[in-house]
């Protein structure tokens, strides 16, 4: 037995190594966390979130890819200043494979631009999406892979939220912001085998701890008592200048000043995921199953 198992921990090694991410060193068989960060409505800061929590992992050391999955406003690289000559939809007509369209930037992460017109996977023919998926596994050498996502749930949200280790939630203080974040938990809940991932939330443009708090605690308590769910409360980010600032500057706030208020938060966020365990969602590969699960 122990011996059967030690043999497919090394094909798997040896598949991981093949798909290897640029000059990143394979980390002995074990997969990327993918962190999908969605919200219900639009402009609360997913994006934001998505790229300085990708930067407060990059200052621990840890190889991250954002991956820009937002269709309509795919928007990470104007962020960061960059245009990118490739994004997903290449990869998905295969022209181009997920290596050659991942780009580095100055501050040491990694992105995937978005693609305008990318379909949701489970309608893609059969060819592309087993492409498509065994594309998304070679990036699963990295460390961490922040998945950014369109609000709600018109696109292939569902999708990368169905690969997640985490899902986490971001919602502003705005009863709007709050009731449609409330709509997109039960839609995952009903949607998703979402036993094994994580959902978190996270309380976005904030004055106050108190204020933070009692949207959290709103939330989770709704979650549970309706939907049966448990979201975990991951923290609060407060309303900070430095934000619009940066993303006019297109420099992110991590990097401008990563001692503001902004910045401390999400550091505070990163190491609190860090410190929170996650059970393997089955990731990409995985993610068909769950697509599918009480479908078809
Ligand atoms: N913590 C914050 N403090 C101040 N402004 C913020 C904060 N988070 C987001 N914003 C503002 O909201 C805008 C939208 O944020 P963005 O990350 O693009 O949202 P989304 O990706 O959810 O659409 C930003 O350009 C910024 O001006
Ligand atoms: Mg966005």
């Given at each position: 037995m122990e011996d059967q198992a030690e043999k497919l921990r090394e094909m798997m090694r040896q598949k991981k190594e093949g798909a290897e991410l640029g000059s990143a060193k394979s980390r002995e068989g074990k997969r990327a966390r993918i962190i999908t960060i969605t919200s219900?409505?639009?402009?609360?800061g997913k994006s934001n979130v998505s790229v300085n929590m990708a930067l407060a992992y990059a200052r621990l050391g840890k190889k991250v890819v954002v991956m820009d999955?937002?269709?309509?406003?795919?928007n990470v690289n104007v962020m960061l200043n960059m245009i990118p000559k490739w994004n997903l939809y290449h990869v998905i007509r295969k022209q181009k494979t997920m290596r050659e369209i991942l780009v580095e930037t100055e501050y040491g992460i990694s992105i995937v631009a978005g693609a305008s017109g990318f379909s949701k996977i489970a309608n893609l023919t059969e060819d592309e999406r087993q492409n498509f998926i065994d594309e998304l596994d070679t990036?699963?050498?990295?460390d961490i892979i922040i998945i950014d996502t369109a609000a709600?749930?018109?696109?292939n949200v569902l999708d990368f939220v169905a690969a997640a280790d985490d899902v986490v939630i971001i919602t502003t203080p705005e009863p709007t912001a709050i009731t449609d974040a409330y709509g997109i938990i039960k839609i995952i809940a009903t949607e998703?085998?979402?036993?094994?991932m994580g959902l978190k939330l996270v309380v976005n443009r904030v004055h106050s701890v108190a204020e933070a708090k009692k949207v959290a605690d709103r939330m989770t308590n709704i979650a549970g008592q309706f939907l049966n769910l448990k979201v975990d409360y991951l923290g609060f980010i407060y309303d900070d200048p430095v934000v619009s600032q940066a993303v006019l500057r297109q420099r992110p706030f991590m990097v401008a000043d990563p001692k503001c208020k902004a910045s401390l938060c999400v550091q505070h966020i990163v190491g609190r995921m860090e410190k929170s365990d996650y059970k393997e969602s089955g990731g990409f590969s995985g993610m068909m199953k769950r697509i599918f699960r009480g479908g078809e």
């Open positions: 219900g409505k639009g402009g609360v999955a937002d269709l309509g406003l795919a990036l699963s050498n990295a709600g749930v018109s696109s998703i085998d979402s036993l094994n």
